[in-house]
């Protein structure tokens, strides 16, 4: 039977919901957080950042907050079940989450790591199917879906143009069907683009269709995450320090420590007002950084050898130099202004 929509019989499925203004109650209900001014429910986020910036350490570390229903960066969080869907390396996300219990000392409840491959841009039948999933890990749990994780965009949509609108509305409509019918905030993880101040990478509609936007950086001065987007809450500009510590695990067949790292809390640095380091400058920052020690600088391009030229890297240090970042003594260089080990 068709309705009218302006009646007090609810729209079917097939029509558009309508609300007048003068109808509207004079309290007023704030959006309702499962992160306090980090994320909304029902709502979607984009989490993007550089490789190696520490953005799925980040991810993980909230998620596994909120399956816990602890407090998570001083920040207050709704409990509920969380589904990852691993679709670029389960076994990379296993082990984090190994670390993450092994260090806080706990089980992580409610956090189903999906480790099958997902694709939302050639037809619906994932879009299925992660639908289905949900709904039934939510009857075997007990538990409402509260966070869907998506890692990453460019492996859950391959084969679309990242470019291209025709090709990402795609994908973005498939992402707000499993959000909408799943009534869970969907959060997707994505990279920066080359020019990493340009924000993030492919077709700028992305961005667009989510209501919050996290952007995670790792500069000089530490690791960041800040909110460049937030529909609903006052929050955007909300910037949340925090650096990895290193956690052993085991070792390899080799003999050699297996390790992986988890997120500890820190001041957030201060914004850089220049234009962010180079994708050179970042991994010579990170490798240096793990790195620990004096290093000779043909070892370091040694390191990026069929990555980088061996006359760009040689250029990078010696700005780096320049700014006080590296200090060269010898035909070596040192990364200045960090602790020892992968903090």
């Not at 203004?21 to 992160?35: C, K, N, Q, R, Y």
């Not at 025709?166 to 969907?186: K, N, P, S, W, Y």
């Not at 990026?304 to 590296?326: P, Q």
């Amino acid at each position: 039977m068709t309705a009218d929509p302006f009646g007090e019989i609810a729209p079917s499925q097939d029509e558009l919901s309508v609300v007048f203004a003068d109808e509207l109650p004079e309290s007023f209900t704030p959006p309702d957080e499962i992160v306090q001014d980090v994320l909304t429910s029902g709502g979607g986020s984009m989490l993007y950042g550089d490789s190696n910036s520490g953005k799925t350490f980040f991810v993980i570390d909230m998620a596994c907050a909120v399956a816990r229903g602890a407090t998570w960066m001083g920040k207050r969080t709704e409990p509920g079940l969380v589904v990852y869907l691993a679709a670029e390396s389960p076994e990379s996300v296993r082990s984090r989450l190994q670390a993450y219990q092994r260090h806080h000392r706990v089980r992580v409840p409610n956090l189903a790591i999906v480790q099958s491959p997902i694709d939302l841009f050639d037809g619906e039948s994932d879009t299925d199917a992660v639908i289905r999933l949900v709904r039934q890990i939510e009857r075997v749990r007990g538990q409402k879906a509260r966070l869907i994780i998506g890692d990453t965009l460019a492996r859950m949509s391959a084969g679309a143009n990242e470019n291209a609108g025709q090709d990402m509305g795609l994908v973005i409509r498939r992402f707000d069907r499993i959000r909408t019918e799943c009534r869970a905030h969907f959060l997707m993880i994505h990279h920066s683009g080359k020019n990493a101040a340009a924000g993030s990478r492919g077709w700028s509609g992305v961005r667009a269709a989510v209501d919050t936007e996290i952007e995670v950086t790792d500069s000089p001065a530490g690791r960041c995450a800040e909110l460049t987007k937030q529909r609903d809450l006052s929050s955007k500009g909300l910037r949340i320090g925090f650096r990895l510590a290193v956690v052993p695990l085991g070792e390899t067949k080799w003999g050699s420590p297996a390790t992986s790292c988890v997120v500890e809390p820190t001041d957030a640095p201060q914004k850089a007002s220049g234009k962010r380091p180079s994708e050179v400058r970042g991994a010579i920052i990170e490798m240096l950084r793990a790195q620990g020690k004096p290093i000779r600088k043909a070892g370091v391009a040694k390191h990026f050898d069929g990555r980088y030229t061996t006359s760009a890297v040689y250029r990078e240090l010696k700005k780096m130099g320049s700014d006080g970042i590296v200090r060269e003594i010898a035909g070596t260089v040192e990364l200045l202004g960090f602790d020892s080990g992968a903090k």
